[in-house]
């Protein structure tokens, strides 16, 4: 690692076979703790490159358990998160509303680092059991149209990292990789990122590897829809922003009304409360948004008016709620 670092603190980044045996080496133990945070630490002054991302991404699907499950008409709705508003689990109760309107979906996800509820932190407080058996979790897929693919059950050699990044407790280039190394590599995938920079990374490799995506930002600083401002749409087909008016035909909604809790057990409860149907307009309005962008994502041929309209029949009409009670219930 020593030799590593002198060259990336000489001002030099690493190429791409670089950087896969730098990630294959730490996820094979060959670091202590100290020289991987002194290797995180690097990229909070130096943003990661292209190449160096497609590196650690290679290495981390390499060094991952296999996930042997048919996923051809799948979607991903894991995001980076670290964007430091705590808002609901607005990509969570996406996948569940997706699923709901008849639609598989493959959730990557993971506990919270610069959160106080991840993905895998409210799934686990609802009563989901996590499971790595490729059976189980296709079964799932088949019968509920969902399932959740929890990180550190399938990349065992980031345990250490895991614990390091949660003793940071801030934003690292490991948030970029986590909607990358699902492995199940399901084909479509919309997600949520915290800047523009990784937007166009993430687009590079996403049209590299022949996935159907879509990619948002809001230019407010959200990794996610949340309709507080206009978002950035990158996808195989569009590349712009859209207002709120131009997405769901709201006004502007104040973020105040995405408020995520302060304790998991507020997170779950504002979690169920949507799902029931009794959110406010603007929950509503923001896991709509966001469903109705990931079915086109999905059908590219329909009309965003009409998505919406299956995402508010599976949110609205019981349907998530029901789709995602019998998961949970085995």
Not at 120 to 131: P, R
Not at 195 to 215: D, E, G, H, P, S
Not at 288 to 314: H, M, V
Request: negative net charge; glycine residues 10%; hydrophobic residues 35%.
């Amino acid at each position: 690692m020593k030799d590593t670092l002198d060259y990336l603190l000489a001002g030099n980044s690493l190429d791409e076979a670089q950087a896969y045996q730098v990630m294959k080496n730490i996820g094979e133990g060959s670091f202590n703790a100290t020289q991987i945070i002194a290797f995180i630490t690097h990229y909070w002054y130096k943003p990661v490159t292209t190449q160096e991302l497609s590196g650690f991404r290679r290495a981390l699907l390499e060094l991952a358990i296999p996930l042997k499950m048919d996923v051809t008409n799948a979607i991903d709705l894991c995001g980076t998160g670290g964007d430091g508003k705590n808002t609901f689990n607005i990509s969570t109760l996406t996948a569940v509303v997706v699923a709901g309107a008849g639609y598989n979906v493959a959730k990557h996800g993971n506990y919270g680092v610069t959160s106080i509820s991840g993905s895998s932190n409210v799934l686990e407080q609802l009563g989901y059991a996590f499971s790595n058996d490729s059976n189980t979790l296709e079964q799932q897929l088949e019968s509920c149209h969902l399932t959740f693919i929890h990180a550190p059950l399938f990349h065992p050699a980031l345990k250490e990292v895991g614990g390091i990044r949660k003793q940071l407790g801030i934003k690292t280039f490991f948030n970029m990789l986590g909607p990358l190394v699902n492995p199940a590599q399901p084909k479509y995938q919309m997600v949520g990122v915290y800047n523009l920079q990784v937007a166009r990374q993430y687009q590079y490799l996403f049209q590299q590897n022949n996935k159907q995506f879509t990619i948002v930002h809001s230019l407010d600083g959200y990794d996610e829809i949340t309709l507080t401002g206009d978002t950035r749409i990158i996808s195989n087909n569009f590349d712009g922003i859209k207002s709120p008016k131009d997405l769901l035909g709201t006004h502007r909604l104040n973020p105040v009304d995405l408020y995520g809790g302060n304790t998991l057990e507020e997170a779950a409860t504002i979690f169920k409360t949507v799902l029931e149907g009794k959110g406010t307009d603007s929950q509503n309005a923001v896991v709509l948004a966001n469903s109705a962008l990931a079915i086109q994502t999905i059908d590219p041929k329909k009309e965003l008016e009409e998505c919406y309209s299956y995402a508010k029949e599976s949110l609205l009409g019981g349907v998530a709620k029901t789709n995602f009670n019998k998961l949970i219930n085995g």
